[in-house]
């Protein structure tokens, strides 16, 4: 059994697309080899790695926020009164409406994923080649008759 601690770790995008389609981001162009399914891979793998980046600056600016806080707390610096909480504050309230943007533009992609990939599927399968082909039909050349002159 898998430890997940070991799992190296993933943005939320990339587990969003692996969640979903059962595949990282990164594999899914290699399942198609030209295409709309092919472009639409990499719209999700695109979008996965935006959120991805998006998360990751979104949680640094608030860690840097809890860094200030913490250290103002207990008395090792002082806030001054440039507003750099507040400067802060604005940063994650922009990083999180991005984060939140993202998550909705990896989701509308995941769907056309899905849609393509499924019309796809159900397309391959009402062209499956039947059992036995069909008798050719056999042409009779026709019968000229020979007159003599």
Do not use: C
């Not at 399942?31 to 991805?52: F, K, M, N, Q, S």
């Amino acid at each position: 059994m898998v430890n997940p601690n070991d799992l190296p770790s993933v943005g939320p995008g990339s587990q969003m697309v692996h969640e979903t389609l059962g595949a990282w981001p990164r594999a899914l162009g290699r399942l198609h080899a030209e295409g709309p399914e092919l472009v639409l891979a990499d719209l999700v793998y695109t979008a996965a790695r935006h959120l991805d980046h998006v998360h990751e600056q979104f949680t640094g600016a608030a860690q840097h926020a809890v860094s200030i806080l913490t250290r103002a707390a207990a008395g090792n610096t002082s806030i001054n009164s440039l507003g750099v909480l507040q400067n802060r504050g604005t940063q994650i309230d922009i990083l999180a409406a991005r984060r939140d943007d993202a998550v909705d533009r990896l989701k509308e992609a995941i769907g056309a994923y899905r849609q393509v990939t499924a019309a796809e599927d159900a397309t391959s399968r009402t062209r499956r080649p039947r059992a036995a082909p069909a008798p050719v039909p056999t042409i009779t050349p026709s019968v000229r008759v020979a007159r003599s002159r």
